[in-house]
């Protein structure tokens, strides 16, 4: 057996553990030891790779392995991994493993949600390790239904209604995903869905991608938070409970800048020189009106659900730049903002499930109440704002440097732009921090609160390691990113 395919085995495994729990420590314990084995792995996984890459490994993909599933339609289960895929893996074991402590003491039918939430996981790592069309979009369509239950039976507030339009706003997107997909297995030959031989051959016609490009583009784009296709993220946050909250904006949300880059990007690089720049004032719009957005909210989810928005409107804005640099930045984006929005909806569930309430006109004086969550608050929020040291300033910089070495007007122009966002995202950020945590605390039920438990301390202590370790040492990630993303940029150039 193909050692990717352990990625899809652990979490079938763990769904079979689960359903045969009797008790919540049984259930507690597949979750534990399922969650481990997928983080260690992925962490084996990563020192695989980097030696292989030392040793002088030439593949663009490897430990690939193909096995025919329908041979009329040529679909096979193809996997394959380079550095991005490496590091997406990386996050979502780690998002799934932290995700775990967070729903630790989760009630009711604790069973029935790990059971949707590992099957949530499975779709997100076969689709990181995916080099077919079909098992990409298949792997995708199964990390987006579990999200429908999730919310609607485990969420809260207006949580039915978050749930039907997140639904099916992602399923209007993945319409228009599955036509862009065909037309560009039918424009291509109709001889293969495996993604490096489409690019090897390079026979999709103009015409058809510039039909089929915006598509597949605008598909993946709107699980992205795409501007004016964004409006389901803020909801769907807001009423998720807290580890899908962390999976979705961690993880979920990070399938559409992926998919953008793999697929539209990669396969039809024309289309994206000729029609980028449309897609591009969109991305832009979403990093401005995203940041601005959460200045006026006053629910902590909303206010980070915005934000969510902004950051990535980044992931895009930086692709759609086609240089090495922006795109490196991009995908350091990606790993940035899935850890520290994990971070901080851990954080928010932490609050609310003591408070009781998520409005910050409601919240002051926690810093005295419960200082270990305060502090690891401030902390979400200088990597947010992008404090040097945190995660948050290397993806930032990265992207920024790299849109400015786009030397046209039209380019800058927007670069510049976007780079006032970081100005509005430390007002929001610093307000809101002055706000909740310091000064007096206002209702005398909070001064009998207690500060986090040894569940919480751990799923927080692991994304905090996390965060500083990518801001102090991110040269061996993005180093690995950089050499991944090369032959797709090189595509790009016209």
Not at 348 to 364: A, F
């Amino acid at each position: 057996m193909n050692f990717l395919s352990l990625f899809v085995l652990i979490p079938l495994l763990m769904l079979g553990g689960l359903y045969l729990a009797k008790g919540i420590k049984a259930i507690r314990g597949v979750m534990v030891a399922g969650s481990t084995a997928l983080l260690i792995l992925s962490i084996v996984l990563t020192f695989l790779y980097l030696g292989e890459r030392q040793a002088g490994a030439t593949a663009e993909m490897l430990f690939r392995a193909d096995t025919v599933w329908y041979a009329p339609l040529h679909i096979s289960y193809s996997v394959g991994v380079d550095g991005i895929s490496v590091a997406m893996l990386l996050l979502s074991a780690v998002i799934v493993f932290t995700g775990t402590f967070a729903s630790w003491k989760l009630q009711p039918l604790t069973k029935e949600y790990f059971l949707w939430f590992t099957l949530l996981s499975m779709g997100v790592f076969g689709f990181f390790i995916s080099i077919d069309l079909f098992t990409m979009f298949m792997f995708y369509e199964i990390a987006l239904i579990p999200m429908y239950l999730l919310i609607g039976v485990w969420g809260s507030g207006r949580k039915e209604y978050a749930a039907m339009k997140l639904t099916l706003m992602l399923m209007g997107g993945s319409a228009f995903l599955l036509i862009g997909i065909l037309g560009i297995f039918f424009g291509a030959g109709g001889t293969t869905m495996n993604i490096l031989e489409i690019a090897r051959l390079h026979n999709i016609p103009f015409a058809q991608q510039c039909i089929w490009f915006p598509l597949t583009f605008l598909g993946f784009g709107v699980l992205g938070a795409l501007f004016p296709f964004h409006t389901w993220s803020p909801d769907g946050h807001a009423s998720a409970p807290t580890a899908v909250s962390m999976l979705h904006a961690g993880v979920l949300m990070k399938l559409g800048g992926y998919g953008c880059f793999r697929i539209a990007m990669y396969l039809m690089p024309e289309a994206a020189n000729e029609l980028g720049w449309i897609f591009l004032i969109l991305t832009g719009i979403s990093v401005v009106y995203g940041a601005f957005s959460a200045c006026v909210q006053t629910d902590l989810k909303y206010i980070n659900a915005y934000s969510s928005v902004s950051h990535c409107g980044l992931v895009l804005f930086a692709i759609l730049m086609m240089n090495q640099t922006a795109t490196t930045g991009a995908v350091l984006q990606m790993l940035s903002h899935g850890l520290m929005t994990a971070l901080f909806f851990a954080l928010i569930g932490m609050i609310y499930g003591r408070t009781h309430t998520r409005d910050v006109r409601e919240l002051s004086g926690l810093m005295k109440v419960m200082p270990f969550l305060s502090v690891c608050y401030v902390i979400a929020g200088l990597a947010n704002l992008g404090l040097p040291g945190l995660s948050g300033f290397v993806a930032e910089m990265t992207i920024f440097v790299g849109s400015f070495q786009n030397f046209d007007v039209f380019h800058r122009t927007l670069t510049i732009i976007a780079c006032s966002s970081i100005v509005i995202t430390a007002v929001y950020i610093l307000r809101l921090v002055g706000k909740i945590l310091y000064g007096t605390c206002t209702n005398k039920h909070h001064l009998a609160l207690t500060d986090a438990t040894w569940d919480e301390r751990f799923a927080v202590i692991c994304l905090i390691i996390c965060v500083a370790g990518l801001g102090m040492a991110p040269f061996w990630v993005s180093h690995m990113i950089g050499e991944s993303v090369l032959p797709v940029v090189s595509h790009l150039i016209p």
